[in-house]
């Protein structure tokens, strides 16, 4: 089955989430991981796998979101966690890179979410916007809290980069930007990556792939991703729709 392994159909973009659903169930998607970004998204993103089988979640504070940081909101956040469609702590991490970001504030909102994610057994979905030697420090200082596995979403980085988080266990998330004309390094990478720590994506709205770039992005543009990566690698896209699958029930342990 097709998977995006990361949306925010709680956005306001999407007027009408059946609709939405039903357009990507229609198009062989058949579970969406919807990921929280504060508080409330986290609580609608709840709400949404309550109201759709096919939708899953994830809860954490975006570091753009970092100044709402608060142990009160962590503790919240752990009571949401344990929700039987809760698959993982996200999306988290660092973003440098718009001005007047608080380094400190968003160090300690990652690490704080990344060993809430330890205790409850939890991978953690990760946004990394450069920020990339802050974000490996912090991992390989921390390598003990990472045994449940970590995603790096909408992987764009290096050859080198990759290696370095592969290393470290993680995966690699691959969405609409790897179609991209002028996505060098995002296509060498995701034929780089070893196929059991390769996943699809969306981060819908946003993102959509050649040819609907400039749209509305939605998972029901999955297909269009998996097959692109798989001609990238030289396989079916039933070979590579297997392998996420596989991947998704492995890095998800809740599946």
């Known amino acids: 089955m097709f998977i995006d392994t990361h949306a925010h159909l709680d956005d306001v973009k999407f007027?009408?989430?059946?609709?939405?659903?039903?357009?990507?169930?229609?198009?062989?998607?058949?579970?969406?991981?919807?990921?929280?970004?504060?508080?409330?998204?986290?609580?609608?993103?709840?709400?949404?796998?309550?109201?759709f089988n096919s939708v899953y979640f994830a809860v954490g504070f975006h570091p753009e979101y970092a100044e709402e940081f608060s142990e009160d909101g962590l503790k919240t956040l752990k009571q949401l966690a344990k929700h039987e469609k809760c698959l993982a702590i996200g999306e988290i991490g660092l973003d440098y890179h718009y001005e007047g970001f608080d380094r400190e504030k968003q160090e300690k909102a990652f690490l704080s979410q990344i060993a809430l994610a330890n205790d409850l057994g939890l991978p953690v979905s990760v946004h990394s916007r450069d920020a990339t030697a802050d974000t490996l420090e912090l991992f390989k200082g921390n390598k003990e809290l990472l045994k449940n596995g970590f995603i790096m979403h909408c992987f764009s980085g290096s050859k080198e980069t990759a290696k370095e988080y592969l290393d470290l266990g993680g995966y690699?998330?691959?969405?609409?930007?790897?179609?991209?004309?002028?996505?060098?390094?995002?296509?060498?990478?995701?034929?780089?990556?070893?196929?059991?720590?390769?996943?699809?994506?969306?981060?819908?709205?946003?993102?959509?792939?050649?040819?609907?770039?400039?749209?509305?992005?939605?998972?029901?543009?999955?297909?269009?991703?998996a097959k692109y990566l798989a001609d990238l690698r030289g396989i079916s896209t039933e070979e590579l729709e297997i392998a996420v699958e596989n991947n998704a029930k492995r890095i998800f342990k809740k599946l």
């Open 15 to 51: 007027d009408d989430k059946s609709a939405v659903v039903k357009a990507y169930e229609t198009a062989g998607v058949k579970l969406v991981v919807n990921m929280g970004c504060d508080l409330k998204s986290s609580k609608d993103s709840l709400a949404l796998s309550e109201r």
């Open 172 to 225: 690699l998330g691959f969405g609409g930007t790897v179609t991209f004309k002028n996505s060098v390094r995002a296509k060498e990478v995701a034929a780089y990556c070893p196929i059991e720590r390769l996943l699809t994506e969306t981060d819908s709205p946003y993102l959509a792939p050649e040819p609907k770039r400039g749209t509305v992005n939605s998972p029901e543009n999955i297909p269009i991703i």
